[in-house]
């Protein structure tokens, strides 16, 4: 009889004086967890429930209006959003990535000035998005003269997406093991072939994983937006990099700040439409990273 | 063979060095460490975009002025440079924001490192992280629309404002408890397993383990986790511009109105203060104070991460 049942684990012995005490604990800790998720389930529902009147197709085909909001539109904020994102893929993926490469398989620890990049990127990744706004007026607006452009908008969410394209392809790159490293020198390869034929292809999916969550980011971004002049209704498509612009969460915020109970709806469905396309970048962030993780 | 290899090798009389420079590789590595650079660059203009309208603006304004009052509104005539209501309203919806995100976000932790299983974990990582891509403006407008009107039902006697701090600080302690959670758990994750099996050998508990053995060992990576939230929840904008308000007048009860650091830089920045006002100035002081607190709570938190971490092998 005694031989037959399973063998009990020291857990299971430990906690065998206290059980109730053990089982509040762990319900408590789950409930906590829970919290986030009904909150989650509750805010798509809540803002599904708002929006829904006017999730049609007027949403997208139409501009914003202040005068009309019952037929006011989004359009402007969606292209707005693509082309800053576009650019933002152009400028902060390459020097991320190649920021990474050189931190992870160039860069000397002791030296002091690597050091320091290192604990720069760590700080940077924590600066408020309005101080990055500051920055972009400061600097980028006014001091370059770009002005309050889509190329002011990309430079300054490039600039606060970088520490985070920066920090998960490190993780990606240093989860390749050294063994595939010295194997390729050991084949006479140079550092850079090494890097660019084997480091690299095996860290794509942690990268890409990485990358679109840091997309997903500044996608979601309004506060330096705000500082860049984005913050006005923009009636009118972007037409190439030095138009001036508006982004989705801009639309919204100034929606938000409306009286009108119609512009309340309208946010709502914005929301909707933002909410739905970063579930989606971030599902399939989610589905790279399981389905090509490789463990080694 | 590999002696005939060392041979060979030995007899051709060349050393085993490169015997020319290769270019292409010197140029690869300069071009990679530019790359590096620009975040050392992005800190910089950071500075620069602070340091000369502040200089500027405290030209002006003395400094017995800015801290020693408790009157804001630069945007008003005449202006008030007493900077304690913003700093007050960041400090409170700080607190309120941490008061939620610590408990949960810590409880969370020791669930997902503790006691859940792989299937577990495989459904609430993703949560939490999608709860981390929720935008700020979404935060803040359920926290304007839904939360507030809901608090206002439920509580009638806080009498809470349309707009006010307890609102806007509950959602930003929702936005940073995926932070708290995944930070502490990495941390609570690189304890090794010894320690763990060391404790229940003595005869501890599940629960004993994991409050006594593995919360004290991950501790330096929970306090930074929690400095990191601190200084998220400070420097977090949309939320309290939409369910905050901009109205700062000093107060410290929570269910008022109130005007963060972040929000005023977002409401002066947003209106069109003139290149050069003493308003626009403003936002940049505002600015430095703000980059100053944060950059010093980020500092002590990577430092304790480097410090304190203990060392298993």
């Known amino acids: 009889m005694a031989v037959l049942s399973t063998p009990k684990s020291a857990v299971q012995l430990a906690s065998k004086g206290r059980p109730l005490k053990e089982h509040l604990f762990r319900i408590a800790l789950l409930a906590s967890l829970a919290i986030a998720l009904v909150f989650l389930a509750m805010l798509i529902v809540y803002v599904v429930q708002e929006g829904w009147p006017r999730l049609d197709a007027t949403l997208w085909e139409n501009q914003p209006s202040i005068r009309r909001p019952e037929t006011a539109g989004i359009q402007s904020g969606i292209f707005g959003t693509l082309w800053i994102i576009g650019l933002t893929a152009l400028m902060a993926l390459p020097t991320g990535i190649l920021a990474a490469i050189y931190l992870e398989e160039y860069a000397d620890k002791s030296k002091w000035y690597n050091r320091l990049i290192e604990l720069n990127i760590s700080n940077l990744a924590a600066v408020p998005s309005i101080v990055y706004g500051i920055l972009g007026l400061g600097i980028i607006a006014r001091w370059m003269q770009f002005g309050f452009t889509i190329m002011t908008g990309a430079i300054t969410v490039s600039l606060l997406v970088l520490p985070i394209v920066i920090i998960s392809a490190r993780e990606a790159i240093r989860a390749v093991p050294p063994s595939i490293r010295e194997g390729s020198l050991a084949l006479g390869a140079t550092q850079w072939q090494t890097i660019y034929r084997q480091v690299l292809p095996a860290s794509v999916p942690g990268i890409a994983t990485g990358s679109i969550l840091a997309l997903s980011r500044a996608i979601g971004e309004a506060a330096p937006f705000l500082m860049l002049g984005a913050a006005t209704l923009v009636r009118f498509n972007p037409e190439g990099v030095w138009s001036s612009f508006s982004v989705l969460p801009i639309q919204i915020y100034s929606f938000i700040t409306r009286p009108q109970a119609e512009f309340s709806v309208l946010a709502a469905a914005a929301i909707v439409i933002l909410l739905a396309i970063l579930l989606l970048m971030n599902s399939v962030a989610i589905w790279l990273r399981n389905r090509y993780q490789k463990r080694w | ?313």
């Open chain 2, 1 to 313: 063979m590999s002696a005939q290899h060392l041979k060979t090798a030995s007899g051709a009389s060349r050393s085993l060095a490169r015997s020319r420079p290769r270019y292409g590789e010197v140029l690869v590595k300069a071009v990679l460490m530019l790359a590096a650079l620009v975040s050392v660059a992005t800190t910089v203009g950071i500075v620069f975009a602070l340091l000369e309208p502040t200089i500027e603006f405290f030209g002006e304004v003395s400094l017995g002025e800015f801290f020693g009052s408790t009157t804001w509104g630069p945007l008003f005539n005449p202006p008030a440079f007493g900077v304690w209501p913003i700093i007050v309203a960041t400090l409170e919806i700080t607190l309120i924001a941490i008061v939620v995100a610590v408990p949960l976000g810590l409880a969370a932790a020791i669930y997902l490192s503790e006691y859940a299983t792989p299937r577990v974990r495989k459904i609430f990582k993703p949560v939490l992280e999608v709860l981390a891509g929720v935008p700020t403006v979404v935060f803040g407008f359920f926290a304007l629309t839904f939360v507030t009107p809901l608090l206002r039902d439920v509580f009638p006697f806080l009498e809470l404002e349309a707009k006010n701090g307890l609102g806007a600080g509950l959602l930003v302690g929702v936005m940073i408890i995926p932070i708290v959670a995944s930070l502490s758990e990495d941390s609570m994750a690189a304890v090794p397993n010894g320690l763990r099996e060391g404790s229940y050998a003595l005869g501890a508990s599940k629960m004993l383990t994991s409050v006594r053995v593995v919360v004290p060992a991950a501790f330096s990576g929970i306090v930074a986790a929690i400095i990191l939230a601190i200084s998220r929840a400070a420097g977090e904008t949309m939320i309290v511009a939409i369910a905050g308000g901009f109205k700062s007048v000093f107060t410290l009860y929570p269910g008022d109105e109130m005007s963060t650091m972040a929000a005023f830089i977002a409401q002066a920045g947003s209106g069109d203060a003139s290149v050069g006002s003493i308003a626009y100035k403003t936002i940049f002081a505002v600015g430095s104070l703000l980059f100053i607190m944060t950059f010093a709570m980020n500092y002590v938190s990577a430092r304790m991460v480097q410090k304190y971490r203990e060392v298993y092998d």
